[in-house]
């Protein structure tokens, strides 16, 4: 980006910042963007309201938090303000192909990598903070829907699933925070109502089906071809020494120049076991996912990530990998995770069952589960249920953490020589917090009336 758009970026992020000290609401930051296309134009100018509004709330309690935390809201009002001018552009441009969506989309690109770049390069005790802001970032990607057959979903449900991996990291922080310090929770509820409702509800008012494009032969700019992608956007391992993740890998891929659709993990029905040729039904990984991997145990294998003889989805020994996604699911299907670190796995439909094994600091996310939802030998983990489970089982696990939705609550824990299990609920006392319960881990056996009885130690919270 030339040392002229970022001197404009700055000013505009100056003039949030103003605003979020104290100006009126109803004035926006105009910074990227033609003053006059502005004034003019009800969706910009509802744009305008979008940021000075809620994006204001997230500014205002990033201050009182410090640190890195105000440094990556600064990025977060950056992309909407590119995001902005983005907009502006698409009704001046006509509709780009998939080859130059790379180049326009370019300066949100760099914003998220940039956001990117700073919740993976520190060891900072706000981490689960940047990871949220920087995934949500992912969500400012609708602007480059340009129909069916984009690789993307209709913009409205992109914001939604892109919230969704961003919202595992905000619920650590709620949590984290919950009746101690509440600025942080504050900052964490206003960055999700920065995208759901407010985004979304923006996106459903004016753009439900997409940006409006230029029409054919009156365009004022034609869309750019596809040049050859700067520096800041190619794939190169002297980069960075761990592998991109989320749609900044996305916006890598686009940015080589190939399609937009390559190299995205949906899988298809040729993929399908029940319709290949060699009957493997194997997804290949991509090499950056797993080429600077770090080993896992002495017998850890290659990554996998295949539906096998369409019944059993195999998810096994990613390492880093937070875009594990699984589509086009059904109810006679089961997923079994082994051997995964430091990963999240979304599951994006009601499946029969769900096993994770020997898996270490990885989050689950499911819609629903037919049978039970099995956790084996695992260290760290956290898996978030967002329709119904009859049963889940802990066994031989330490530290995990259950987030149960409402439909989710008859469900029947079993544990077993586990440790550190906490269930959380959602807080019917607040609005949109959870309420932590400890499982017992100890118990206490007395012999009574010729047999043993037992009941778990309860601690006090003193």
């Known amino acids: 980006m030339g040392e002229a758009l970022l001197g404009r970026l700055e000013a505009a992020v100056s003039r949030l910042e103003a ?51 105000v440094d990556m809201t600064r990025l977060v ?85 892109s919230w969704q991996t961003a919202e595992f990291y905000s619920n650590k922080v709620l949590v984290e925070y919950k009746n101690k310090e509440p600025d942080h929770v504050e900052w964490a509820k206003a960055l999700k109502e920065l995208y759901v409702p407010n985004l979304r509800d923006y996106i459903k008012r004016f753009y439900p089906l997409g940006p409006v494009w230029q029409p054919p032969g009156n365009a004022t700019n034609k869309a750019p071809s596809a040049p050859s992608p700067p520096a800041s956007l190619a794939i190169s391992s002297a ?92 109810t006679k299907q089961s997923v079994y995770a082994y051997g995964c670190k430091d990963s999240v796995l979304q599951i994006k439909g009601k499946v029969n069952n769900i096993t994770i094994d020997k898996c270490t600091k990885v989050g689950v996310l499911f819609k629903g589960v037919v049978a039970a939802c099995e956790i084996v030998n695992c260290n760290s983990v956290e898996v978030q249920c967002e329709g119904s489970v009859p049963t889940i089982s802990i066994d031989n696990t330490s530290g995990c953490q259950l987030y149960l939705s409402e439909e989710s609550l008859q469900t029947s824990i079993t544990t077993a020589k586990s440790s550190e299990i906490n269930a959380l609920v959602p807080d019917a006392s607040s609005d949109g917090d959870w309420a932590e319960h400890s499982l017992p881990q100890q118990y206490i056996h007395a012999f009574k009336d010729g047999q043993f009885t037992t009941s778990p130690v309860s601690h006090s919270g003193a």
């Open 77 to 161: 009002e950056k992309a909407f303000l590119v995001g902005k001018d983005l907009l502006i552009r698409t009704k001046q441009t006509q509709k780009p192909t998939m080859e130059s969506m790379a180049a326009f989309l370019g300066p949100l690109n760099e914003t998220i990598l940039e956001a990117n770049a700073l919740a993976e390069g520190t060891r900072s005790s706000h981490a689960n903070h940047l990871k949220a802001a920087a995934g949500s970032l992912a969500a400012l990607a609708w602007i480059g829907y340009t129909g069916k057959g984009c690789g993307m979903p209709l913009p409205m449900a992109h914001v939604e699933e």
């Open 239 to 330: 980069s960075s020494s761990q592998p991109k993740s989320g749609m900044s890998a996305v916006f890598a891929e686009i940015g080589s120049g190939k399609p937009v659709t390559q190299g995205l993990r949906k899988v298809t029905d040729d993929m399908k076991s029940k319709n290949r040729t060699d009957r493997t039904g194997v997804v290949t990984a991509e090499g950056k996912e797993t080429r600077n991997a770090p080993s896992f145990g002495s017998t850890r294998g290659p990554a996998k990530f295949e539906l096998q003889m369409g019944r059993k989805w195999v998810v096994e020994n990613h390492i880093g990998n937070k875009s594990l996604i699984i589509e086009d699911c059904d």
């Open 19 to 69: 605003l979020s000290a104290g100006a009126h609401p109803s004035i926006a930051p105009r910074g990227l963007c033609d003053d006059a296309v502005s004034a003019k134009d009800p969706a910009i100018l509802a744009f305008d309201d979008l940021v000075a509004g809620a994006l204001g709330r997230v500014s205002m309690a990033a201050g009182k938090i410090g640190a890195e935390v």
